[in-house]
């Protein structure tokens, strides 16, 4: 079954109408508040483009763009431009052995993660970033609305097809996110950023990984090891929490290597000293503490407390330019809703509703 989310219907009407994503959103909340909420924002969502005359499903024919690859489609055909290639490994899973491999592909609309099994596997050590991929007949997959797309052994992969090319700059390859508040953050939100405080830091946690393909190590027969590259010199990492605030809730960050030196303003040396000495991070806890930040990501479910917590692809401060920007749009937002309550307000009762005035007064 085909499934659109609701930030891809979101999507699609601010492409076909130009709409802001607030006037969109403000279209949404309308409609639910007119169905007495008595459906979903994803449902209103349906509605309001089916008003304005959206086709949220198009008919698959030739290449698709990776914007319009929806959960549930089959035998989509692509070409795009790899990205990243995380290499092969094998697994054995249940006495079900195999290999399986990843890369990363973008074309002029977005990324998607792209999964080769068993004999396709293989191929992804002849690719390699910024090589052309040509794919057929590959499945759409994933789990909590995070697209994939699986190659199995109906599906085709041609590496730098003559004559395709696919324009993208990864110099300046951006993702897009959406700005929200903690409190509305949901359990599966990706491509969203927040604006908040830091009101609690915690120490640097520090572990070993691989240096070819960057996977946590494992203990082995022998010490540490890759499940894919074997006996490695291992490479450190590192991973660090901290707790915002934006005044509607709080919320956990979990940051990994590159964003730890980011939002530490540190190098990997100065790190590594919170390793040997975990009480120097006091002097830095203190620095941390009341600062304001901007962390872009995707929101992570934990289950075992039973939380969300944010994983932080991204931080940087605030661009003030920007800010005044978002806070205008959010006023003018508030403000038509505002306007749409007071006309429901002011609006004559219609006939139902005089009738069942009447009829009570009678009782």
Known sequence: MIRITYDEILAKIEEKTGYSRATIEDLINKKIKQLSGLITKEGAAHIVANELGIK?????????QIKNILLGMRNVDLIAKVKNNFGVREFNTNGRQGKVASLIVADETGTIRVVLWNELADKAKDIKPGDIIEIKSAYARGRDDNKELHLNSRSEIII?????????DFSNFKKSYTRKT??????????????LTIVQAFE?????VCPECGRKL???????????HGKVEPKQAYVMNLIGDDGTGTIRLVFFKDQVLKVL???????LIFKDSPEEFDNMKKELLGTEIVVKGRVNLNKLFGRKEFIVEDVEPPQYEKEEKIIREEIKKHSNSLDAEITDTNKPADKDSDDTMDFNENI
Do not use: H
């Open 265 to 271: 303003n540190k190098n990997q040396d100065d790190i």
């Open 160 to 168: 730098n097809p003559k004559g395709k090319t696919v324009n993208v």
């Open 182 to 195: 903690i409190e509305e953050l949901g359990e599966t939100d990706k491509n969203v950023e927040v604006r």
């Open 56 to 64: 949220l499903f198009e008919k698959i024919s030739g290449n698709l």
């Open 218 to 228: 494992v203990l082995q027969e022998g010490g540490l090891a890759c499940p894919t």
């Open 204 to 208: 640097p946690k520090f572990y070993e």
